[in-house]
């Protein structure tokens, strides 16, 4: 018999991608699987759309709440309590998928029991289902090639390397979670600065001092539209606010390393340091192209290597 898994489909407002979302879990090629159908209190006809699917043989849940939670991670959490499978796969709401999806993210958990979580590669599409780009751009700075095959890593040096630097996992749709690993950091931790970022933090907590898995292979179709976390993003705060949340969750991922303490602790902090420095730099730099430069170099009296770098800048755009 092959491993249950536990699909959780949140949604909140997202009728418009609702069926597309859907028929992508429920045509999946590996058959043992159980649907978790949540709704947070939407306004739009997505309730209406859920019940439909509410008796289909491979629903195992279909929960509609009477009051909005207030909160994705809620939910994660609700469905993560109901599921019954060895595996869990958070399959967002405006999001799609190949068929074969699935099948393709079991293949690392086959070959080696240390994995704890696989992901693939995923398509950028806008609300037509139309293909913009690809998310393999978002990594595209790192070593030639470096996402451009499968692997089998360990998590200390997947951190080290990439995920300390910046969430290199951009969706959760694109992952599969074994779920024996996801109980120990249940329920999940979310403060107000994790608003758009919180999944980068479970994937740190997730991955140190184990192994995961990732497919080259374009299997996800991670969605770009009005509502997105990424749009929301753009318009409910401002770029200052964004950086200081960011800062604020660097923070934490630090912290959580070092409970974790892997053998290349000191190797990721100095990583983590250069990635601050970075932030600090984007902020700064954001300032001065705004015409607020004594702003911008007051940030980094204190990082003089930086200020050096944007002072130069300053010069030799005030020319």
């Known amino acids: 018999m092959l491993p249950l898994i536990s699909v959780i489909v949140p ?3 997202h009728s418009a991608f609702l069926k597309d979302r859907l028929e992508s879990v429920y045509k999946q090629s590996y058959p043992n699987i159980e649907v978790i159908l949540l709704d ?3 306004t739009d006809n997505s309730r209406e759309l859920l019940l439909k699917y509410k008796n289909n043989s491979k629903t195992s849940h279909c929960v509609l709440n009477e009051t909005n939670s207030g909160s994705t991670f809620k939910q994660w959490n609700k469905g993560i309590s109901l599921a019954k499978g060895d595996y869990i796969w958070i399959a967002e709401s405006d999001d799609y998928c190949d068929e074969n999806f699935l099948e393709s993210l ?4 086959i070959k080696d029991p240390e994995v704890v979580l696989t992901y693939c590669q ?13 998310w393999i751009t978002h990594t595209s700075h790192f070593e030639q090639h470096a996402f451009g095959k499968p692997f089998i890593m360990y998590g200390n040096e997947f ?9 290199v996992i951009p969706n959760v749709s694109a992952v599969l979670f074994k779920k024996e690993e996801l109980l120990k950091i249940i329920p999940l931790n979310f403060q107000p600065y994790m608003k758009y970022n919180a999944d980068w933090f479970y994937y740190i ?5 184990a192994k995961l898995g990732f497919i080259a292979q374009s299997l996800n179709y991670f969605r770009y539209h009005e509502s997105s976390v990424i749009a929301k993003a753009n318009i409910e705060s401002g770029w200052l606010k964004i950086y200081k949340m ?11 390393i070092k409970e974790c303490n892997p053998a290349n602790l000191k ?6 340091k250069k990635g601050n420095d970075q932030l600090y730099y984007i902020m700064a730099l954001k300032f001065v192209n705004n015409g607020r430069k004594f702003r911008g170099i007051a940030m980094l009296l204190n990082k003089p290597l930086l200020l050096k770098k944007l002072l130069s800048h300053i010069i030799s755009k005030y020319k």
């Open 106 to 109: 079991m293949v690392p958990f």
């Open 159 to 167: 951190i080290e390397n990439y995920l300390i630097h910046k969430n």
């Open 122 to 134: 995923s398509y950028r599409v806008n609300s037509e289902n139309k293909i913009t780009g690809n």
């Open 40 to 42: 947070d209190r939407s």
């Open 267 to 272: 190797n990721i902090n100095e990583q983590s």
């Open 246 to 256: 960011e800062l604020q969750l660097r923070e934490a991922i630090m912290d959580s």
């Open 205 to 209: 907590q997730l991955t140190c001092n």
């Open 11 to 13: 949604n909140y407002n």
